[in-house]
């Protein structure tokens, strides 16, 4: 019996009848929707806005989140397949589902008012309501304690300072979560656009994600309201609480790119014809892509397992490390040797690996770098914080 190529340990088998429904529901989508017009989108910097009323419409937003808000109560496993799919076609349309999702209605969801819940989360997963997610600034993004952007209590207000660098649907975003220092540590408000001081500039000369807007945002004195703070958390472990959640659906999404990437590649070597036969049947490229498939395999069954122990709350951060460090180096390593076996064709965005190349870039380097992720590993090993 032939194995399937990217499934070489039947790794779907270990899937429920419904997580294999949506991951066959958002193939179809990125096969028939996506993929026709990424290219383009990325050659022209444009990301394919018009694809939010569908995204919504599947149920790609808030996934996770209680059919009371809008969300559609899938578990862990099956949100990680969402980004799976998403990313087979492109790491923007990915990133777009993982801030609105995890980013946005997560923080609303976990530290938010019932009032605030009520008011956000149902327009944001039908899509009518996008957000952004602004805790990154221009000094370092590694090191978030050291953050300048300040909010003051002003009577029945606060009072926004300072800026935000890299945000992620900054300028399509009708609302922002916003990470301030208070005289109370870090808090989180819901900034809206339009409020007077607020302002989003979109970050042009990517040579990544290119397909996704990425954003600086500016606060002058904007005034929000306190029915903007989210009530329930305070400190730097708000943001973080988040990013563990964007990071656990990253680990899932980059496994769609090297699949991506890998196919491609198979194709093309077993087709080009140099010195009187396929580049597919010279050893090298069999250990190249053999290797390939041994990676893919490995991250497939490393977030099985992480999807397993996060519904069974027993998902710890370092694990979520391990995995996007891992699986952010398989792809990029994959798609930069996919871009060498097409060759001069391997450059262009006629052919996707070099779009997923230069995609997993930011992947590999927003949501924690891989450095950071390698010090939380060796953090855990040593008990030593080696930051
Ligand atoms: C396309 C894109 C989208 C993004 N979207 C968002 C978003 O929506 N919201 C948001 O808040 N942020 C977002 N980010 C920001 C992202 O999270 C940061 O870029 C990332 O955290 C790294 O921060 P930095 O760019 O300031 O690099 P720096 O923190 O300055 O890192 C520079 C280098 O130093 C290394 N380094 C860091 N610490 C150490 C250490 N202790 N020891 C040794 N080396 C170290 C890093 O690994 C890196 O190589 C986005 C970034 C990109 C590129």
């Not at 340990?9 to 899937?15: I, K």
């Not at 006629?350 to 590993?377: D, F």
Request: charged share 20%; glycine share 10%.
């Amino acid at each position: 019996m032939a194995l399937h190529p990217y499934d070489l340990y039947d790794v779907r088998s270990l899937l429920s009848e419904e997580e294999r429904a949506v991951q066959d529901t958002v193939a179809r989508f990125t096969d028939e929707r996506v993929l026709p017009i990424i290219g383009d989108a990325f050659d022209q910097g444009r990301f394919p806005k018009e694809l939010i009323p569908e995204i919504a419409e599947l149920g790609l937003l808030g996934s996770s989140l209680p059919e009371e808000y809008g969300g559609g109560g899938l578990n862990s496993v099956s949100y990680g397949l969402i980004c799976q799919e998403l990313e087979r076609g492109d790491s923007g349309i990915r990133s777009f589902v993982s801030v609105q999702s995890s980013l946005c209605m997560y923080p609303i969801f976990a530290y938010g008012s019932e009032e605030q819940k009520k008011r956000w989360l149902p327009d944001m997963a039908a899509g009518k309501v996008i957000g952004c997610f602004g805790l990154t600034e221009a000094h370092g993004g590694s090191d978030p304690a050291n953050m300048k952007t300040n909010a003051r209590k002003d009577g029945g207000d606060w009072v926004l300072n300072g800026s935000k660098m890299w945000i992620t649907n900054g300028n399509v975003a009708d609302i922002a979560i916003v990470w301030a220092q208070t005289d109370d540590g870090i808090q989180g408000f819901v900034v809206e656009k339009g409020m007077a001081g607020f302002a989003a500039q979109e970050i042009k000369h990517k040579m990544s994600l290119r397909a996704s807007v990425t954003s600086s945002l500016f606060f002058d004195n904007v005034r929000v309201p306190e029915a903007n703070r989210l009530p329930n958390v305070k400190g730097l472990k708000g943001p973080l609480g988040c990013l563990t959640q964007a990071r656990y659906g990253i680990t899932w999404g980059p496994i769609g790119a090297a699949v991506a990437c890998l196919d491609e590649a198979l194709n093309y070597s077993k087709e080009r014809i140099l010195f009187d036969r396929p580049v597919a049947a010279t050893q090298s490229a069999q250990l190249k892509l053999a290797d390939m498939a041994r990676r893919i395999t490995m991250a497939q069954l490393l977030v099985v397992q992480l999807g397993r122990l996060k519904d069974a709350g027993k998902m710890a951060p370092t694990q979520v490390s391990l995995a996007k460090w891992n699986n952010c180096r398989m792809a990029i390593d994959i798609a930069r040797q996919c871009r060498d076996l097409l060759g001069g064709a391997g450059i262009t965005t006629e052919h996707v690996a070099i779009r997923h190349a230069l995609n997993l870039e930011s992947v590999i380097t927003y949501e924690g770098t891989e450095t950071v992720h390698q010090l939380v590993v060796g953090r855990e090993l040593t008990g030593i914080n080696a930051f």
